[in-house]
Nanobody, 126 residues
Framework: QVQLVESGGGSVQAGGSLKLSCAAS????????MGWFRQVPGKERELVAA????????IYADSVKGRFTISRDNAKNTVYLQMNSLKPEDTAVYYC???????????????????WGQGTQVTVSS
């Protein structure tokens, strides 16, 4: 089992920045593909960004490209999501997800992920 604990959420004005962290335990972190998803009430959870276990590959939703950056520190068992130029439409609960992966690939869909964090609220006011 993998335990994921997110932190760094909060409230910020439009144009501001937040950095989310997700600490993992229970598995060899350097063999976990990681992703950040978000969900607003009444809508499906959507992929925000994902990164391979090597950190060499990443992918972003079109809506966050150029504003968000996913990264990981395998020595600290932590994945990050740096969010800049935040917009009110970025308001959501953000979830960290992890998947056992034999290959250094980026995983982009919910069913591909095995483990989920509890979520952290991000609220962006205009």
């Amino acid at each position: 089992q993998v335990q994921l604990v997110e932190s760094g959420g909060g409230s910020v004005q439009a144009g501001g920045s937040l950095k989310l962290s997700c600490a993992a335990s229970g598995r060899t972190f350097s063999r976990l593909a990681m992703g950040w998803f978000r969900q607003v009430p009444g809508k499906e959870r959507e992929l925000v960004a994902a990164i391979s276990w090597s950190g060499g590959s990443s992918i972003y939703a079109d809506s966050v490209k150029g504003r968000f950056t996913i990264s990981r520190d395998n020595a600290k068992n932590t994945v990050y999501l740096q969010m800049n130029s935040l917009k009110p439409e970025d308001t959501a609960v953000y979830y960290c997800a992890a998947a056992d992966s034999l290959w250094a690939v980026v995983l982009t869909t919910e069913p591909q992920y095995d483990y989920w964090g509890q979520g952290t609220q991000v609220t962006v006011s205009s």
